[in-house]
């Protein structure tokens, strides 16, 4: 198993027609490395809620996984309320998760 700083490293890889959302094992495995209070969805999503002490901080931190999205070419959906961000990561393009959802996550964990 890597270490969860390694699919932070990573970068997300776009998603070829053919390619599978992956299922059981696979996403444990993942899950296991990415951690930090993440959790998959029904095998088709991570969710994620992100706490702060004000609106402030999460407009930030909002804006923050707004560049990284546009850098990496893979975008969240991004819920931003008072003291609280909620982002629900998966490829739209098969409707599932592949190992670059997870590598988003991790990424957007080092946004904070």
């Known amino acids: 198993m890597r270490p969860m700083t390694d699919l932070a490293m990573r970068e997300c890889v776009p998603c070829k027609g053919g ?3 992956l ?3 696979e996403l444990d495995d993942l899950l296991a490395q990415l ?3 993440w959790r998959v969805v029904d095998e088709h999503h991570l969710d994620k809620e992100f706490r702060f002490t004000n609106f402030r901080e999460a407009l930030d931190f909002t804006y923050r996984v707004g560049q990284l999205a546009e850098e990496q070419g893979h975008h969240p959906d991004i819920y931003l309320a008072w003291g609280k961000v909620r982002l629900t990561i998966w490829t739209h393009k098969i409707n599932g998760l592949t190992e670059s959802d997870f ?3 991790a990424k957007s964990d080092r946004a904070l």
């Open 103 to 105: 590598v988003f996550a």
């Open 23 to 25: 299922h059981g094992p």
């Open 35 to 37: 951690g930090n209070d």
């Open 19 to 21: 390619t599978l959302p």
